[in-house]
């Protein structure tokens, strides 16, 4: 029994801590929220918070939960209502967002950069190891033949078109 009181104790504490702060804001941050780690914020996980009447405002794709996302826009478009660690929290979880979108598009492009320079040899018509203007409009590789071919012998190497293409995903 005395397992069970403890138990209710830390629940009735943490509830507790979740709602507004003598000041008037939310004072716990989503990972704070979310009790089973799951990532998903549940009407279960917000009861007796000062969240849980926003529920519905906050669930914008509505699934009935809230994803890391729909809380982040909640806390940016409301800062009025969370302390400044929970808004800290949420301005940090946007740079890692940043991050990880500029990350994926650095794996798509080098994905795309690999799948051409590959692609090379059979484009390589006269198997020289260059690619000439007309080789290059045969294979259907799309851009500036005289941007790619940077020292402008009038030939490509796999080189200055894995360079050519690095630079055009960055654009």
């Known amino acids: ?56 405002n906050i669930d914008t794709n509505g699934d009935s939960a809230i994803n890391l996302s729909e809380f982040n826009e909640y806390v940016k478009a409301n800062t009025s209502k969370f302390s400044e660690d929970v808004i800290a929290t949420v301005d940090e979880n946007s740079v890692e967002d940043a991050v990880s ?20 040899e059979k484009a390589d018509i006269n198997e020289d190891g260059t690619l000439s203007s007309a080789e290059v409009s045969k294979a259907n590789i799309d851009g500036n033949f005289t941007k790619m071919d940077k020292d402008g012998n009038g030939a490509i190497t796999k080189t200055e078109l894995e360079h050519y293409l690095k630079m055009k995903g960055k654009q």
């Open 1 to 56: 029994m005395n397992k069970l009181s403890l138990s209710m104790l830390m629940s009735t504490l943490i509830t507790s801590s979740v709602m507004a702060s003598s000041n008037g804001k939310i004072e716990t941050s989503f990972t704070g929220l979310d009790s089973d780690g799951d990532e998903l914020l549940t009407s279960s996980e917000l009861e007796g918070t000062s969240l849980a009447p926003y529920l519905e």
């Open 101 to 120: 979108v500029e990350k994926v598009d650095d794996v798509e492009n080098s994905a795309m950069v690999s799948a051409v320079v590959v692609n090379f």
